[in-house]
């Protein structure tokens, strides 16, 4: 294994044949990331199970949860309502319980055997939690259809919106190297 070097903050160590960033000189805030991550799960409940919008149309509203749609797209197309639950669902809420648990950990000076896999579990959630793509596609859905129905937001999108300002800011705080350093007691 190569030796590391240190860098100071703002600085970046890239791969010189290939310039791959390979690590980030970031102290990372655990009581932000705990505080962050607390607030996630907390808003995650009424994001994932609250209206989202209701849609008038020929006299008739429905109203849908980002679950309930998810659901609803498992009897026409079961893998893509698999990836929509598990990158919009599942992974954000996991991430937000594993950053939860880490930080926690961190906060406490505390290293128990369960910190390892949690690690790294999050280094794999980082990438699947796609709270932004299911925005974005949603919004996106939205305007197509304010052409032929009527649409009101409901309280569950400003949840979700929410939740994705706490999802991003605990990704851009994290650093993955920080909390190694921690488990191994470097």
């Known amino acids: 294994m190569s030796e590391?070097?240190?860098?100071?903050?703002g600085y970046v160590a890239k791969c010189s044949r290939c310039q791959h960033t390979l690590y980030k000189a970031k102290v990372a805030n655990e009581k932000k990331?705990?505080?962050?991550?607390?607030?996630?799960?907390?808003l995650a409940v009424?994001?994932?199970s609250f209206s989202l919008v209701s849609v008038h149309l020929l006299g008739v509203t429905e109203q849908t949860s980002l679950l309930?749609?998810?659901l609803l797209l498992i009897g026409f197309a079961p893998i893509v309502a698999l990836v929509v639950i598990f990158c919009a669902v599942v992974a954000p809420a996991l991430l937000a319980a594993c950053?939860?648990?880490?930080?926690?950990c961190v906060v406490l000076n505390k290293r128990p055997p369960l910190l390892n896999p949690v690690l790294k579990l999050t280094s794999v959630l980082i990438?699947?939690?796609?709270l932004e793509v299911y925005i974005v596609s949603f919004m996106v859905a939205l305007?197509?259809?304010s052409s032929?129905?009527?649409i009101y937001y409901d309280s569950g999108l400003f949840f979700l919106v929410a939740l994705l300002i706490l999802n991003m800011s605990m990704i851009c705080e994290y650093s993955n190297a920080y909390y190694w350093s921690f488990l191994t007691n470097e």
């Open 4 to 9: 590391r070097p240190a860098l100071t903050k």
């Open 33 to 42: 990331i705990l505080a962050l991550a607390l607030s996630a799960l907390l």
């Open 46 to 48: 009424p994001a994932f």
């Open 68 to 70: 309930q749609g998810a």
């Open 99 to 104: 950053m939860c648990f880490s930080s926690a």
């Open 127 to 130: 990438h699947w939690s796609m």
């Open 143 to 145: 305007f197509k259809l």
């Open 148 to 150: 032929y129905a009527d």
